[in-house]
């Protein structure tokens, strides 16, 4: 099984309480509090291994982390320790692979609205590749480069018209999109990295089709729509294009409904589809969720509870909606266990968050042992998604995380504090009290 097809991360067991990397949950809730981000370094090394492995038939593969997934200088040390380059879209992103100290060159600059000041700061650093979403940013970026002299490596992005069955604001690919050139914009795109933009060097094409992906076919859509259009744009304008960047988008399993494909099954695409005219084309892959999702969970403790006479009963814990806003923003289902005990006596809960919204329910309707206040609930796969999107809404302050091996544990992002909540703000003078 590939890792994007289990709930829970490789290392988890039962010993007297549930186990992660070798670390009891419960004595890891002593030593950090709760709510907690864990990642486990052995389900993220392994998945890691298990792409480079899938691809390895494939020479031209280029492995790029989506960042947006989970950006911290501890998984991006990790990933370019595993070999991977690192899709990023903001200067916040690309400042963290700087500071785990990526090679640049392995970088690529995505998004579809990067400002002068990011631009700025991905020249600066020497960026490898940038993504070039628009005319407005072509432009800008032509403009900002041959002010500093330098050349730049583009792909240009697409949107190549594909839908998938995944969640409406998670699609990117199909034509009403804000990413991308559609395709009847290509050539006009072409001709002026062609004969206008001298500072921009295009290499090929880039697309993302969407994220949470379960259908392979998809994928050979999309591969199949990028190297025509590739080998249309070699021959009409007397290019070498070689390069195709697919995007990421690979689904994982949150809960027993989900089905994904493997990793290889992804791989085997390229075998399926390029051609002795295409294969030696270089292809940029960035997988975000499907590299970091299994490998985190979020342990959480137990407070109130409240049963509704003929109704639900409601278990609350110290999160919700601001450190995993996945369920309330993409009606997201999540698997999650107890972790201090197994109780037979089982009942069907609704675990909700402590923020202040009713919408904020982490899961519904789910059997769990007979839970009590001081309870630890350990909810699975939130590696992706959910310490990236978390906020200080209600004025809570952002968990810890903590990387998990062989029994260690180690913080990688320290719990922020209420003096970190305030740290920023500045009272004008006049409202001072004296
Ligand atoms: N490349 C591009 C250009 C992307 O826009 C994305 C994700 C990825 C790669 C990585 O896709 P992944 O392998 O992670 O599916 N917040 C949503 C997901 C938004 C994904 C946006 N783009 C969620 O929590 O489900």
């Not at 480079?52 to 991006?76: D, G, P």
């Not at 200067?91 to 692979?97: F, Q």
């Not at 590299?291 to 407070?303: D, H, P, Q």
């Not at 789910?366 to 590696?383: A, E, F, M, Q, R």
Request: charged residues 25%; negative net charge; proline residues 3%.
């Amino acid at each position: 099984m590939s890792v994007n097809q289990l709930i829970k991360p490789i290392t988890a067991e039962w010993k007297e309480n549930l186990n992660i990397g070798g670390c009891d949950t419960v004595e890891l809730v002593k030593k950090y509090g709760t709510p907690l981000y864990v990642m486990d370094e052995k389900t993220l090394r392994t998945v890691c291994r298990e792409y480079k492995e899938a691809f390895k038939n494939y020479n031209n593969v280029k492995m790029m982390y989506a960042s947006k997934a989970l950006s911290n200088i501890t998984i991006a040390t990790i990933l370019d320790q595993e070999g991977f380059g690192f899709d990023t879209v903001s200067a916040g992103e690309i400042y963290t692979v700087y500071k785990a100290g990526v090679d640049m060159t392995k970088v690529l600059f995505n998004g579809n609205n990067k400002t002068e000041r990011e631009i700025n700061l991905a020249l600066d650093l020497n960026v490898g590749r940038f993504s070039v979403d628009n005319f407005h940013e072509a432009e800008l970026l032509n403009r900002l480069a041959s002010g500093k002299g330098k050349f730049i490596d583009i792909l240009l992005r697409i949107t190549p018209g594909i839908e998938c069955h995944t969640h409406d604001y998670i699609q990117t690919g199909q034509i009403d999109s804000k990413f991308g050139f559609d395709l009847t914009q290509i050539d006009e795109i072409v001709g002026l990295t062609k004969n206008k933009y001298k500072n921009l060097i295009l290499n090929g094409l880039h697309a993302h089709i969407g994220s949470q992906i379960f259908e392979i076919k998809s994928y050979q859509d999309e591969i199949k729509i990028l190297t025509n259009e590739l080998n249309r744009i070699n021959s009409t304008y007397d290019l070498n294009l070689n390069e195709l960047n697919i995007g990421g988008g690979l689904g994982i399993k949150y809960t027993n409904l989900d089905n994904p494909p493997s990793i290889q099954e992804l791989a085997n695409v390229l075998e399926d589809v390029l051609n002795e005219q295409t294969k030696n084309i270089t292809i940029y892959i960035e997988p975000g969720r499907s590299i970091v999702a299994t490998a985190g969970v979020t342990l959480y403790t137990v407070g109130s509870t409240k049963q509704v006479p003929n109704g639900r009963k409601y278990v609350s814990i110290d999160g919700g909606m601001a450190d995993n806003p996945r369920p309330s923003m993409y009606q997201a289902l999540y698997s999650a266990e107890v972790c201090n005990h197994r109780n037979s006596e089982e009942e069907i809960v609704t675990l909700s968050g402590r923020y202040c919204e009713s919408g904020d329910i982490l899961i519904n309707n789910i059997k769990l042992p007979k839970l009590n206040s001081g309870d630890i609930i350990c909810v699975y796969s939130t590696g992706a998604y959910n310490y990236s999107m978390s906020s200080n809404y209600n004025r809570v302050e952002k968990p810890a995380m903590v990387l998990v091996n062989s029994g260690q544990s180690d913080m990688i992002v320290n719990r922020e504090s209420l003096e970190d909540l305030v740290a920023r703000e500045v009272i004008p003078n006049r409202l001072r009290k004296e």
